[in-house]
């Protein structure tokens, strides 16, 4: 299914309900990676009653189908009044969305300092003792290793640029720059992130030699952020 399929009959399910369809994340800000990063879609409506979600089941099976995760769907009301409970994801689809179809309400949107600040706590702390748990998973087995890299990757993206956003900066859409950026600020070596992020590129494969090193430089990092 492409995108142009799923807003056709995303509108067909809700109808008259639809206020916005927009695409943000990498794929918006021209970091998608084929086949690895996802198309990540917001929906916004007017209601949600059972109906309608029956409705836009069909459209959304075939989209998690083919490989992306389910549209986040929500109505105006909620996302007009959740930019406190989510500030960082709020703040990346403010800053880096593509509207597909009709208008994306943001009349009034703010993502204040201090709300950040917490989430970008909590998720850093909180994917630090993933990371940590996964490394004792992975143990010595380099090809589990790797795969530890590659998933944590994108979220580690979306934390740095939150922390740029705590210093008043515009995050860079390249995450190489990106890793630069936040290492520079916090006192970490970027080198594992720029690896990884090559790696994930697929523009410079890491040999599975590396991996264990590569992910003690890569903990360290996270640990000093």
Do not use: C
């Amino acid at each position: 299914m492409t995108l142009d399929e799923l807003v056709a009959q995303l509108r067909a399910a809700y109808g008259d309900q639809l206020r916005a369809v927009a695409l943000y994340g990498s794929a918006a800000a021209g970091e998608h990676i084929p086949k690895r990063s996802d198309y990540n879609v917001l929906v916004v409506v007017n209601a949600l009653p059972l109906d309608r979600l029956r409705a836009a089941a069909a459209a959304t099976q075939a989209w998690i189908g083919a490989g992306n995760p389910p549209p986040m769907t929500m109505t105006a009301r909620e996302w007009l009044g959740s930019a406190d409970i989510f500030p960082m994801e709020y703040a990346d689809i403010l800053e880096r969305h593509r509207v597909l179809a009709g208008a994306l309400p943001t009349d009034g949107l703010a993502v204040r300092p201090e709300d950040l600040r917490l989430q970008v706590e909590q998720q850093a702390m909180g994917k630090l003792l993933k990371l940590r748990a996964g490394t004792l998973a992975a143990g010595a087995d380099a090809s589990r290793q790797l795969e530890l890299l590659e998933r944590s990757l994108s979220t580690f993206m979306v934390i740095f640029r939150g922390v740029l956003r705590l210093h008043g900066e515009r995050p860079p859409t390249d995450n190489e720059a990106l890793a630069g950026a936040v290492a520079s600020r916090a006192g970490f070596d970027a080198t594992p992130f720029v690896r990884v992020v090559q790696h994930v590129r697929g523009s410079q494969r890491l040999d599975k030699r590396e991996a264990g090193a590569v992910l003690a430089d890569y903990l360290a990092a996270v640990e000093r952020l």
